[in-house]
């Protein structure tokens, strides 16, 4: 499985943004998938997750009512649509593929990474 991430960028705060991420290979769709992030000089976290069959999503507590992840298996995308920003959102924010991953992941626990893509939000 590959995963490539677009759609990142620079915002204001109190903007939107939505990240993409491509994925390929036959067997994606038995993957649960999911965005992690990575701010400046911090650790990478959790941030949302999506269940294979759409059946169930997950989200930290600092993002729920805000962003909302979802998926396309027809055309092997994910998006995580990421609203009513805050500077503190501002990070490196990676897709993730893990086998019937549902719920909160952990970052050890991920079978594939995207390399990535920047989000900016300016206050």
């Known amino acids: 499985v590959q995963l490539v991430e677009s759609g990142g960028g620079l915002v204001q705060a109190g903007g939107s943004l939505r990240v993409s991420c491509a994925a390929s290979?036959?067997?994606?769709?038995?993957?649960?998938m999911g965005w992690f992030r990575q701010p400046p000089g911090k650790e990478r976290e959790f941030v949302a997750s999506?269940?294979?069959?759409?059946?169930?999503?997950a989200y930290i507590d600092s993002v729920r009512g805000r962003f909302t992840i979802s998926r396309d298996n027809s055309e092997n995308m994910v998006y995580l649509q990421m609203n009513s920003l805050k500077p503190e959102d501002t990070a490196v924010y990676y897709c993730?593929?893990?086998?019937?991953?549902?719920?909160?992941?952990?970052?050890?626990?991920?079978?594939?990474w995207g390399k990535g893509i920047l989000v900016t939000v300016s206050s």
């Open positions: 993730a593929a893990k086998r019937g991953g549902v719920g909160y992941w952990d970052y050890y626990g991920v079978d594939y």
């Open positions: 999506i269940a294979w069959d759409d059946s169930s999503t």
């Open positions: 290979g036959r067997t994606w769709g038995a993957f649960g």
